[in-house]
C-alpha cells in the first residue's frame, strides 16, 4: 500500500513555544490530506481537511489560528502548534488520499506524540 | 450517549481463537462501515469497508452490519499473535472521509 510519513515522530516542547508536524505521502499524489488528534483511550478526532493550494477546513470548535495548517505541494502538508499549552499534548495523525471520498483509500501515517510541559 | 459507543477491552484470546469485535450506533443515517487495526504508536490502517447492511469477508476477517439493530462486528478466523492491536470501528452517512465518526477502539492481545 501507499506510504505516508509524518516528522517528527515525538517532540517535546515547552509551554508557549510552536511546534511543526509534517505529514509527507512518499509515493502518490495526495490532493486531499486530513489531519486528526487522538487523547489516551478517547476516539480519532478529525481537526481538519486540507486540499492542495487551498486554505484548509476546520471542523467545529478547531481554532484555526492556533492550529495552522500547509498543503503547499501534493506530497507535504504541515501542521503548526502555536503557542503550545499541555492541554495540546496528543498524538497527532495525519492521512491523505487521491480525493476525500471513498472511493480513493486513504493512508494514515504514523502520527506524531506532542508533549508539552 | 456517544453516536459510536465500542468497548475498550482489553480482550484477550487464545492464538487460533476466534475473535468476535463490536459497535454499536445511535444515527441510522450511517452508511458506510469500516474497522481499521491501529498498532501502537502508529497509524490506523483500513481493515475492511463495507456500504450498507450484510456481510464482507476477506481472507480471515469478516465484517458484519445490522442496521436494523444499529450493530456491526468484526470476525477473526484463526487469530495470530499479530492481530495483537487495537481495532476501531467507524462509521459515516457519506459525504467522504471528513464526515467519518470513529470508535474508541478495543485493544486486542492474541496470545501465544
Known amino acids: 500500500g501507499a506510504v505516508v510519513s509524518q516528522h517528527p515522530s515525538w517532540v517535546i516542547c515547552k509551554s508557549g513555544t510552536s511546534v511543526k508536524i509534517e505529514c509527507r505521502s512518499l509515493?502518490?499524489?495526495?490532493?486531499?490530506m486530513f489531519w486528526y488528534r487522538q487523547f489516551p483511550k478517547q476516539s480519532l478526532m478529525l481537526m481538519a481537511t486540507?486540499?492542495?493550494?487551498?486554505?484548509?477546513?476546520?471542523e467545529q470548535g478547531v481554532e484555526k489560528d492556533k492550529f495552522l495548517i500547509n498543503h503547499a505541494s501534493l506530497t507535504l502538508s504541515t501542521l503548526t502548534v502555536t503557542s503550545a499549552h499541555p492541554e495540546d499534548s496528543s498524538f497527532y495523525i495525519c492521512?491523505?488520499?487521491?480525493?476525500?471520498?471513498?472511493?480513493?483509500?486513504?493512508?494514515f501515517g504514523p502520527g506524531t506524540r506532542l508533549t508539552v510541559l | 450517549q456517544k453516536e459510536v459507543e465500542q468497548d475498550p477491552g482489553p480482550l484477550s484470546v487464545p492464538e487460533g481463537a476466534i475473535v468476535s469485535l463490536n459497535c454499536t450506533y445511535s444515527?441510522?443515517?450511517?452508511?458506510?462501515f469500516m474497522w481499521y487495526r491501529q498498532y501502537s504508536r502508529k497509524g490506523p490502517e483500513l481493515l475492511m469497508y463495507?456500504?450498507?447492511?450484510g456481510n464482507k469477508e476477506d481472507g480471515r476477517f469478516t465484517a458484519q452490519v445490522d442496521k436494523s439493530s444499529k450493530y456491526i462486528s468484526l470476525f477473526i478466523r484463526d487469530s495470530q499473535p499479530s492481530d495483537s492491536a487495537t481495532y476501531l470501528c467507524?462509521?459515516?452517512?457519506?459525504?467522504?472521509?471528513?464526515?467519518?465518526?470513529f470508535g474508541t477502539g478495543t485493544k486486542l492481545q492474541v496470545i501465544p
Open positions: 492521512s491523505a488520499s487521491v480525493s476525500s471520498g471513498f472511493s480513493d483509500t486513504q493512508y
Open positions: 467507524a462509521m459515516s452517512e457519506g459525504g467522504g472521509y471528513q464526515k467519518v465518526t
Open positions: 486540507s486540499n492542495e493550494g487551498s486554505k484548509a477546513t476546520y
Open positions: 444515527n441510522s443515517a450511517f452508511q458506510y
Open positions: 509515493d502518490f499524489q495526495a490532493t486531499t
Open positions: 463495507t456500504y450498507s447492511s
